[in-house]
């Protein structure tokens, strides 16, 4: 019997990072503490399971609150990360959605229950018995911590997995897992296309996205930014009007002008001056998180039938729906890569807003440590 000594190799090797399943990466080991390596037991791989080798993992702003115990409760030794790219490693037995060697990713969640009302419509995200978390959350067993995309490899269930776009590259597509859907599932659920007047707080990480996206789904896009500083990126990414914040001027020409406005803010602002600029039955969709209580007034909801309202990202079905319509349309984040090495001084340079627009740190650089 002749034997293919080239499969057996892959099947062995294959085998042997399976069995192998000490992981290195970086941690915050306690609170507000700098991010140092770290070595950690990745699961098993159970039948369902894609084991991933982690290749490019985005860096969100959400990481640093969480890294610094900025929103509550937090699970330490932490490893952050929820903006994975990579490609298949191994399979589970019962696999059928992936194979060895797919492009794939891992956005903010690596598990739900499944069967509450909100799992069953395909919403994961607002799981309403657990949502798994990619880091800083537990597994469905509530005990067993996650561990997030700066690291080597992960391990999840098939289910949780999506598909990269083929035609686009690995590390730009990575911040799309956050950041892409993020603002791609309130443009989609506020219907923004042809005829609708959108508009975007804030030219970060969040917000150019949102610039790519409503011009890709054919809407009038304006950035209101608090200077002009970033008039020729936004122009260049599809904005079709730009205006400063900073100038009074700004809310007076604007008013009753959006039928939709979404606020990727976190930084305290007064909500009441953007309800505004929104038309009669216009709305603002906060996906920014500020620290401090943000109070509206009635009027500015009243006297306009205006919606406040608030998106998470998207739950997989519309998450794998977004990839698609990035591939389709070639949109990609605008990235800065960067080694490990260099993730304290990137957060540090997040929270200055000196990066245009999302850092990528490439994994292979946890070799060269």
């Known amino acids: ?36 390596p770290f070595s950690f037991e990745r699961r098993a791989l159970r039948e369902h399971d894609v084991l991933i080798d982690i290749q490019y993992c985005g860096i969100c702003h959400s990481d640093i609150h969480q890294a610094r115990a900025e929103w509550g409760d937090a699970i330490f030794p932490m490893v952050p990360g929820h903006e994975i790219a990579g490609t298949v490693k191994a399979v ?28 069953r419509r395909g919403l994961e995200q607002y799981c309403s018995v657990l949502t798994s978390w990619t880091y ?17 490899r992960i391990v999840a269930d098939e289910n949780y997995v999506l598909r990269m776009p083929e035609n686009l590259p690995l590390d730009a597509c990575a911040p799309l897992l956050c950041a892409g859907i993020t603002l791609y599932s309130p443009l989609k659920h506020w219907q923004a296309g042809p005829g609708k007047k959108v508009a975007i707080i804030g030219m970060g990480g969040l917000g150019h996205m949102g610039v790519k996206l409503a011009h890709a789904l054919g809407a009038e896009v304006t950035v209101l930014s608090q200077s002009l500083r970033k008039q020729q990126d936004g122009k260049r990414l599809g904005a079709d009007l730009f205006y400063a914040t900073s100038d009074p001027e700004t809310f007076t020409k604007l008013e009753r002008y959006f039928d939709l406005i979404i606020n990727t803010v976190s930084a305290e602002m007064d909500w009441n001056q953007y309800l505004k600029l929104l038309k009669l039955d216009g709305s603002m969709v906060i996906v920014g998180i500020p620290e401090k209580e943000n109070a509206v007034a009635a009027a500015s909801l009243v006297m306009g039938r205006r919606s406040l309202a608030g998106s998470a990202i998207g739950g997989i079905q519309e998450t794998q729906e977004m990839l698609d319509f990035c591939g389709k349309h070639k949109i990609v984040s605008d990235i800065e890569v960067i080694p490990i090495q260099k993730v304290n001084e990137a957060y540090e340079r997040v929270l200055k807003s000196d990066v245009r627009y999302r850092f990528v740190i490439d994994m292979a650089s946890l070799k060269r440590r």
């Open 1 to 36: 019997m002749s034997v293919n000594r080239a499969s057996v190799g892959i099947e062995e090797s294959a085998q042997s990072v399976v069995s192998n399943r000490t992981t290195s990466g970086y941690a915050a080991l306690t609170a507000k503490a700098p991010l140092a």
């Open 92 to 119: 589970g037995g019962k696999v059928t959605k992936f194979k060895v060697g797919d492009r794939v990713g891992v956005g903010c969640f690596v598990d739900s229950c499944r069967t509450c009302p909100e799992c």
């Open 136 to 152: 800083n959350g537990r597994e469905q067993d509530q005990t067993t911590p996650t561990y997030g995309g700066y690291s080597e």
